[in-house]
């Protein structure tokens, strides 16, 4: 599943600024939402842009930030990308770049990465649950000043990392497909993460 399906979506985030924005909207419109209904969303903040009734609480942030900033979000993610670094310190670069959008907590900012570069993964609740992690490791406190600001953020790529980000993809969507008999099984779950943006 995610050998078949991100890699396109990586491909497609990195074409072009508008196509990265519309990652994060995804990822954004995902936030305590069915992920059945993401496609339609997606579709409907495209008509109406900032008047969606989609883009609420701190949705509308996130989008307003990533439509201002998505040049330079698409050139720093680039570099990233195309420097020496190792995995890991890829990794924490580019948590860094998508943890300054607002609205973006580790989880999201994660799963920004996965679909955007194929690193890191999404600890979302059904994770969270599937894994027998705790919400307070995967909260960032206020001040990003504070050291364990960082070190959150070194420890959730640590995990991402020895699960491995395919593993987070494909154990994600076999659990979501028994979530309801809309999804035919795990490949559908996945192949739609590309078909919304392609849509």
Request: overall charge positive; hydrophobic content about 35%; glycine content about 6%.
């Amino acid at each position: 599943m995610f050998t078949n399906h991100n890699s396109k979506i990586n491909k497609f985030a990195l074409e072009s600024a508008d196509n990265l924005a519309k990652v994060i909207l995804m990822v954004s419109l995902s936030i305590q939402q069915n992920w059945l209904s993401v496609g339609d969303q997606i579709k409907d903040v495209e008509q109406l842009g900032i008047n969606s009734r989609f883009l609420w609480g701190n949705k509308k942030n996130t989008y307003i930030y990533t439509q201002k900033h998505k040049h330079r979000l698409l050139g720093q993610v680039k570099a990233v990308l195309a420097s020496n670094k190792s995995e890991k310190d890829k990794s924490l670069s580019l948590m860094k770049i998508f943890l300054r959008i607002p609205g973006l907590g580790l989880a999201k900012a994660g799963f920004s990465c996965q679909l955007i570069t194929g690193l890191v993964g999404c600890m979302d609740s059904h994770n969270i649950k599937l894994y027998g992690l705790s919400n307070k490791d995967l909260s960032l406190p206020s001040n990003i000043n504070s050291p364990m600001y960082s070190q959150r953020i070194t420890n959730y790529v640590a995990m991402c990392l020895k699960y491995g980000s395919e593993n987070l993809w494909n154990t994600w969507c076999n659990l979501l497909a028994t979530k309801s008999k809309k999804w035919d099984d795990g490949y559908h779950v996945s192949r739609v993460h590309y078909s919304y943006l392609t849509q």
